[in-house]
């Protein structure tokens, strides 16, 4: 399998949303997007699967020393020789790479979230960076373009998270917000029992209103950008923004199980998205 493929089917495999989110770039500039989102996804493997956080520090470690054979023409992972490709343009940063390593060790480093804003923005040096450095990547160059693009990959990231709570949990971890859960007057034990589902649909209506509020101030900013918004960004928001509606009605809440559109939905989104960004 040549880096290519590996990035492809890591971060876009047939029917996932970022190959839908992709789909209608050109090939160059879907290979580069593979390729970063792939970087990521292979972090939040090392966090989100691993049973052992020292045995995840000491890949996370792996990580760091391999980012520096990447700047160095040295790189052995399938990612990161992809990458090499692109090391001299102007997206890829080591000190951001770096950063974005160090941002995903933290949640396995930080046993409270903290409240909803500080929960997101635990999000921005990782997440966050991959969506600005694909915004790079498909030529933006605005500031506020950028920023939005950022604070629309911290949606991303927070939402893919919710995910895994159970997983954090089993390692004494909470990756929910406080605020919110107290305000519910819960507890993380309670959230993550298998029965916890009419007892938490307040907690997770407020938390998906909040976050579906974000995501849909990132769209319009995006949207008012016109063709300065790259086409992935546009079409994956309209997806997350589509799932969040649904698990916000769904009787399972997301710590338990993973709601995913169908395949002719998603293509529609990314359609439509191809035809008219606004």
């Known amino acids: 399998m040549t880096p290519e493929e590996y990035c492809r089917n890591k ?18 500039t879907r290979r580069i997007l593979h390729a970063l989102f792939a970087f990521h996804h292979e972090l939040n493997e090392v966090v989100c699967e691993s049973s052992d956080p020292g045995a995840a520090r000491v890949t996370l470690y792996w990580w760091f020393e391999e980012i520096g054979r990447l700047f160095s023409g040295e790189a052995r992972h399938p990612v990161t ?17 770096l950063g974005c390593i160090a941002a995903t060790a933290q949640f396995l ?12 923005a635990r999000h921005d040096a990782a997440s966050g960076y ?27 990231g927070a ?39 009419v007892t938490t649909s307040g907690f997770f209506t407020d938390l998906f209103d909040r976050l579906h509020g974000d995501m849909q101030t990132s769209l319009t900013a995006l949207r008012e950008k016109h063709a300065g918004a790259p086409l992935f960004s546009i079409t994956l928001l309209k997806i997350l923004d589509a799932l969040c509606r649904e698990y916000r009605t769904a009787r399972q809440p997301i710590t338990h199980s993973r709601i995913s559109l169908t395949p002719i939905r998603k293509l529609w989104i990314a359609w439509r998205a191809a035809r008219n960004p606004e």
């Open 159 to 197: 939402f893919e998270l919710l995910h895994h709570v159970r997983h954090f949990a089993g390692l004494g971890l909470n990756v929910l917000p406080s605020d919110l859960l107290a305000n519910h007057n819960l507890d993380l034990e309670t959230v993550i029992r298998p029965d916890a589902g």
């Open 81 to 97: 020789r992809e990458l090499s490709r692109f090391e001299n343009a102007g997206f890829l940063s080591q000190q951001e790479l």
């Open 109 to 120: 480093d930080t046993p409270e979230s903290g409240p909803y804003p500080a929960w997101l």
């Open 11 to 28: 971060a876009a495999p047939a029917g996932s949303n970022l190959y839908y989110s992709t789909l209608y770039h050109d090939a160059q």
């Open 130 to 156: 991959i969506w600005k450095a694909a915004g790079q990547a498909c030529g933006c160059s605005d500031p506020d373009t950028l920023a939005a693009l950022a604070s629309a990959g911290s949606c991303h």
